[in-house]
């Protein structure tokens, strides 16, 4: 298991494996810089993410000063953050970007307070709000 889109394609450019369940931001990237990489098929045409919160975040206004952990950067949810979408928006130079892979490690970072704001995809979205965090804004419907 390799957590997170830039880090699957670095395995993939490394010749470790053969191929990956990656997300478009992170192979647009890599093919950018000089990567041979092919996307053959795709699961969506909708982002299904959520900007998932800490209990003591109402409003993007909260998020000034805070630390808000992505699973890498260069992949979905690192797009999916500045400038959010909707109603929701998040100055990207108003919050840290902490980069701290998976999905259980970010969830247990807002859990502990460590994080305040994550992005994250099913089922670990219904995690985390079963943990008691909340669902700022579904990437779905934006």
Avoid: W
């Avoid at 206004?61 to 992505?70: F, I, M, P, Y």
């Avoid at 992949?75 to 909707?86: F, V």
């Avoid at 979205?125 to 990437?139: H, N, Q, S, Y």
Wanted: glycine letters at 14%; hydrophobic letters at 50%; a neutral charge.
């Amino acid at each position: 298991m390799v957590s997170g889109g830039a880090l699957n394609l670095q395995a993939l450019i490394a010749g470790e494996v053969d191929f990956v369940n990656a997300a478009g931001p992170a192979l647009i990237n890599a093919v950018l810089k000089g990567a041979d990489l092919t996307i053959i098929a795709s699961a969506f045409n909708f982002l299904p993410y959520g900007l998932v919160v800490g209990k003591d975040i109402r409003s993007a206004g909260d998020l000034k000063g805070k630390r808000v952990t992505l699973s890498g950067f260069g992949g979905l949810d690192g797009i999916c953050h500045p400038p959010g979408s909707g109603q929701v928006r998040v100055d990207p130079n108003g919050v840290t970007f902490l980069r701290s892979g998976a999905d259980a490690v970010r969830i247990a970072a807002l859990v502990s307070g460590a994080a305040s704001a994550m992005v994250v995809s099913p089922p670990s979205l219904f995690k985390a709000e079963t943990l008691g965090l909340r669902v700022m804004l579904d990437f779905s419907e934006a």
